[in-house]
């Protein structure tokens, strides 16, 4: 059966605070998932579902492992170890034609606002369009101005990279820090990280997104200030943490620079916010613009890239935005059974609302990936962590499941256990590439070993007979036994590259698309992101001020409050 049950019913979301302002006019997909005769039917096969196991699926059909898979762009995505069969996907087949998803797909490429609770377009396709493309928001073209901004960040990518770029004393510049947070950071660490073998190594690329200054003290504490540029990343150029630590790092940069001047050759900004940008101090002419309809966690693309484009190259960013734009087309033109982020989407979909999995373990087996799992957690759950439909009432299903994951064979050494014998079972994604970035020895025919290894364990088990015919004593065997039937995917990708990380992550964001749409919930706005935002600023002065203050919060944040004050030396 489906999960979820109806809901506390929540406030209906509108546009702008004013309770007055009129709601969206709701498009056609728009409408409850419960009346969907494929959802129900899929709730029909989940019973059928709860008496198979994958051992019988792939007895009875030898081919089951090819019928499962699907290949395109360099990646074979093999699903075939999920607990269903050919009725069940057709099913999913249907409900996405039922949900309309691809009319919802389309509408997103033309540039309509179908982020509708803020009224913005959803572009981040746009980002990655070729020049000469066409793709307009309010009758005009934005993919002019997205390769006039491209074109600006070159030049300066490339001037750091030639070391041209001269801090206020003469020096060239050789260190950059970018200090964003949320999707303004998590991007550019991962695509760092993940690119590090296609990087500058004479840069030292830093990141501090943490509030916490014991995250900017480490990220500067080596570093010399006549060589070091920041660069400050927040769409809106208001947020607490990321100013918080602009303001810090205007004033490391001060201790050493002296002159108010130096900021311009040691600071830049990307925003969409030029007010801001200039009330903090910097030249707008240092400033790599974007807009509203490019959202935080779909902003790694965008001039919040500035700092992947400076530590690999303008080429080699150029390759990663061609590596998005091929899987755009992709999701765009292939038919669903061929569908990469179409067939990931629906997978999950059954696992996570026909088999009630409430966890997804993201596991590349690729060092360079490991901050992949983190990446796709603020993707996915701040996109679908949702209660509310589009026409303001709620769910009565479940929506995004949790994403977690470290990288393979770290993870298999601590929480594959959990995996393997755990009483919930989780469906993983492991992704494997055919040939390493370096080719040392043995170790790529190792990992990819484990991985298969693993997707095998994890869907076949081992019988408490098998066990015993190990010779393992009766009293063992039960703690030795796998019960097997926990799903997982196989993404075996030829290897990572720039291309390869941009088709990579389009097809996560586009998989967080189709569920969106099958959830029938906004996946572009974010309220329990901007509550944080507002709750945070209400405490600050309470915890900082000298005088007492007037505390009205319940008795448990009171006393924390009153603690905290206490302990930092100040009047209660
Ligand atoms: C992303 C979210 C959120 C956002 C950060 C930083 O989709 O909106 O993670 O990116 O809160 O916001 P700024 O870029 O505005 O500083």
């Not at 602009?246 to 004033?251: K, P």
């Amino acid at each position: 059966m489906p999960t979820g049950k109806a809901r506390t019913k929540s406030t209906p979301t509108t546009r702008t605070a004013s309770t007055e302002s009129a709601a969206p006019k709701l498009p056609s997909w728009n409408g409850s998932l419960l009346k969907s005769k494929a959802w129900k039917a899929l709730g029909t096969r989940a019973k059928v579902a709860k008496a198979s196991d994958l051992r019988t699926l792939f007895a009875k059909d030898k081919k089951r492992g090819a019928t499962f898979t699907a290949e395109a762009l360099g990646i074979r995505l093999d699903y075939s170890k999920n607990v269903f069969d050919s009725a069940t996907l057709k099913l999913l087949f249907t409900l996405a034609k039922e949900r309309k998803v691809t009319a919802k797909r389309d509408a997103m490429f033309r540039g309509e606002k179908i982020n509708m609770m803020e009224d913005r377009a959803v572009l981040h396709v746009a980002l990655r369009a070729p020049k000469g493309s066409v793709i307009k928001v309010d009758g005009v073209d934005v993919v002019p101005a997205v390769h006039e901004v491209l074109g600006r960040m070159e030049g300066f990518a490339k001037k750091i990279r030639a070391r041209k770029w001269l801090g206020f004393t003469g020096k060239p510049i050789k260190n950059i820090v970018n200090i964003g947070i949320g999707g303004s950071d998590l991007g550019p660490v991962m695509a760092f990280e993940a690119l590090k073998s296609f990087s500058d190594r004479g840069l030292t690329m830093r990141f501090v997104s943490n509030v916490d200054g014991n995250d900017f003290f480490e990220a500067t504490q080596d570093l010399n200030a006549e060589e070091t540029l920041f660069v400050v990343s927040s769409k809106t150029f208001t947020t607490l943490e990321t100013m918080t630590n602009a303001r810090t790092a205007r004033e490391w940069s001060l201790k050493t620079l002296k002159d108010p001047k130096s900021v311009a050759r040691h600071f830049v900004a990307v925003s969409t916010n030029a007010e801001k940008v200039a009330e903090f101090g910097i030249d707008t002419a240092n400033m790599f613009g974007f807009w509203d309809w490019v959202g935080g966690r779909y902003s790694m693309d965008s001039a919040i890239g500035l700092s992947t484009m400076i530590a690999v190259g303008p080429k080699h960013f150029a390759e990663l935005l061609a590596g998005f734009h091929e899987m755009d087309e992709h999701f765009r033109t292939t038919p669903a059974e061929h569908n990469l982020p179409m067939l990931l989407a629906l997978v999950g979909i059954w696992n996570r609302n026909f088999r009630q999995h409430a966890t997804v373990a993201v596991l590349p087996y690729c060092h360079y990936l490991h901050r992949f799992s983190a990446y796709l957690q603020q993707l996915e759950m701040e996109s679908n962590g949702k209660q509310t439909q589009l026409d303001g009432s709620p769910v009565a299903w479940d929506t995004c499941p949790a994403i977690w994951g470290e990288p393979g064979t770290n993870g298999q050494h601590a929480f594959y256990q959990m995996i393997h014998q755990g009483t919930s079972p989780v469906p993983c994604d492991f992704i494997l590439f055919e040939k390493p970035v370096h080719d040392l020895g043995a170790h790529q025919d190792m990992l990819a070993s484990n991985v298969l290894a693993q997707t095998e364990a994890l869907a076949f088990g081992k019988t408490r007979g098998e066990v015993l015919a190990e010779g393992v004593p009766a009293w063992l065997a039960p703690h030795k036994t796998f019960p097997g039937n926990r799903p997982t995917n196989l993404l075996l990708c030829t290897a990572l590259s720039p291309r390869m990380l941009g088709k990579l992550i389009a097809l996560y964001e586009h998989k967080v698309f189709v569920q969106g749409a099958i959830w029938n919930v906004n996946s572009f706005d974010q309220w329990g992101v901007e509550l944080g935002k507002v709750l945070a600023n209400r405490i600050i002065p309470e915890v900082s001020s000298s005088a007492a203050p007037k505390l009205a919060h319940d008795s448990s944040t009171n006393a924390a409050i009153g603690h905290y004050r206490k302990a930092r030396g100040r009047a209660n």
